[in-house]
């Protein structure tokens, strides 16, 4: 079992940027893929961005790619999301998630055993 925690959320201007983190528990960080999910208030969640074990595949929504980087440190159990030339409707609770499963592309929130608590980003306009 792993637990997620995220952190770096906060209150932004549009145009600027924010780096989330997520820490993982446990000593098997490397072997779950990884994925960040937003939920604005009234949506569902989505998902933003997704990441494989090693780090090698990162893949994005289209509402997101070229402005957001998913990466990881296995070596510190803890997966980034760097969010640049932020917009106000990238407003919304963000978590992170664990896949015991690999991923090859975005994957719905079904496809993940873990979750973290979630962290507020809200951009001003």
């Known amino acids: 079992q792993v637990q997620l925690v995220e952190s770096g959320g906060g209150l932004v201007q549009a145009g600027g940027s924010l780096r989330l983190s997520c820490a993982a528990s446990?000593?098997?960080?490397?072997?779950?893929?990884m994925g960040w999910f937003r939920q604005a208030p009234g949506k569902e969640r989505v998902s933003v961005a997704a990441?494989?074990?090693?780090?090698?595949?990162?893949y994005y929504a289209d509402s997101v790619k070229g402005r957001f980087t998913i990466s990881r440190d296995n070596a510190k159990n803890t997966v980034y999301l760097q969010m640049n030339n932020l917009k106000p409707e990238d407003t919304a609770l963000y978590y992170c998630?664990?896949?015991?499963?690999?991923?090859?592309?975005?994957?719905?929130?079904?496809?993940?055993?873990?979750w973290g608590q979630g962290t507020q980003v809200t951009v001003s306009s």
């Open positions: 446990g000593r098997t960080f490397g072997s779950y893929s």
């Open positions: 998630a664990a896949s015991q499963m690999p991923n090859y592309g975005l994957a719905g929130g079904r496809s993940y055993d873990y």
């Open positions: 990441i494989s074990q090693s780090g090698r595949s990162t």
